[in-house]
């Protein structure tokens, strides 16, 4: 039995106990396989990368999970070393980064995925650096980032950046996945370039302004302070929490120890309410409704009636002949007698 699970055509699946003692004992080779099991669309790798899921998750202790957002080209993966060489060389805390790549739905290909984007987290012991291919599936975050979030904090990666493309969309995942929301920004280059919407402005606990060097600094530092009083004028957030606004130079490392000094303070701060275990459990809620939710979808897109009329129905949607309502409601009443099976 063993010896055909140690042969598939993954390069090799492990048995259980190897993954979860590799995991466990924080072993990068067998984490980063984890990781492509818990990502393959195999029924029987799904199967153990649950038992998995199981194995590990009475040993993941206190972590602190960052997302951090901000349009290509605002300073992501510049910040991330930065900020990530402060927290592994300057404290000596362990790191993960999962990127979650838009443009890649499987994991190859991607813009996001390259190592080199953060030069020296990539060559750092302390440091784990994963692409997270979304698979475009939960609006912005990987298909399965959340449960490779779980493997990294069980292989005692107490810290995990999750970073994601400012693309509109992605916010509310990745918020929903972390326990501080930080949104990068450049001065000067307007918000709606910037893609903030204000939706996305009442989600974040902390801004932080990018670039803030050589003579961009003054502009910065006036933009920090636009967006801090326009920041006030929201209504307090649930969490207690009033968001703040920093500046920073990712370049020359200016700014970024406050940074992480606002990430702590947050967490002392959510921590005594209790509201850091409140967000957290929300977003477990979160999680397992979407899970439903594109459970379902699976099941419907993959019926053999739906499979086949969907095609002819999209046509008739595109040409008029049919509207979207009538259409949706055919298809839902050839799936009805499935969806009255799992009712009984
Ligand atoms: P990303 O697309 O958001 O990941 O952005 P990158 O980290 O790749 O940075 C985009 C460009 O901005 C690169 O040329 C960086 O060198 C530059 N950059 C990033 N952070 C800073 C900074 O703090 N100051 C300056 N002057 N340039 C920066």
């Known amino acids: ?39 393959s669309d195999l029924a029987s790798d799904a199967e153990l990368g649950i038992q998995l899921l199981d194995a ?14 901000g349009v290509p ?33 499987i994991s190859r290909g ?58 509109g969309q992605s916010e509310t995942a990745v918020h929903a996945v972390s326990d501080f929301f930080l949104l990068l920004m450049l001065a000067g280059a307007g918000d709606q370039l910037q893609g903030i919407k204000r939706g996305i402005i009442e989600m974040v606990d902390g801004m932080a302004i990018n670039k803030a060097d050589g003579h961009n600094k003054t502009p910065a530092e006036r933009a920090r302070a636009e967006y801090a009083s326009a920041l006030r ?33 947050h967490e002392a701060q959510l921590e005594v309410s209790g509201k850091l275990a409140q967000r957290r459990m929300r977003g477990e809620l979160q999680w397992m409704h979407d899970l439903i939710s594109n459970g379902l979808r699976d099941t419907f897109r993959s019926h053999p009636a739906i499979a086949e009329l969907m095609p002819q129905l999209e ?15 055919r298809l839902l009443d050839v799936f009805q007698p499935d969806r009255q099976t799992t009712r009984t």
């Open 1 to 39: 039995m063993r010896s055909s699970l140690a042969t598939s055509r993954h390069g090799g699946r492990l048995p259980l106990e190897e993954y979860r003692d590799g995991v466990l004992a924080g072993d990068r080779v067998v984490l980063a396989r984890a990781i492509t099991l818990i990502e």
């Open 56 to 69: 590990i998750l009475p040993s993941i202790g206190k972590t602190r999970r960052l997302g951090i957002t």
């Open 73 to 105: 080209g605002v300073g992501k993966s510049t910040f991330i070393d930065a900020l990530g060489t402060h927290l592994t060389r300057d404290r000596g805390e362990r790191l993960a980064v999962l990127s979650i790549d838009p443009s890649s739905p």
């Open 110 to 167: 991607s813009i996001l995925g390259d190592k080199t984007r953060m030069e020296r987290l990539a060559v750092n012991e302390l440091a784990f650096i994963r692409p997270s291919p979304s698979g475009g599936h939960l609006g912005g975050i990987g298909r399965r980032t959340r449960e490779t979030i779980l493997l990294c904090e069980a292989a005692g990666y107490r810290n995990i950046f999750i970073e994601t493309v400012g693309v």
């Open 233 to 265: 004028l929201f209504p307090p957030s649930p969490d207690g929490w009033a968001p703040r606004v920093l500046c920073c130079s990712s370049l020359e490392c200016t700014g970024i120890a406050e940074i992480w000094q606002m990430v702590l303070d």
């Open 315 to 329: 046509q008739e949607v595109r040409v008029g002949r049919s509207t979207p309502l009538a259409a949706s409601r």
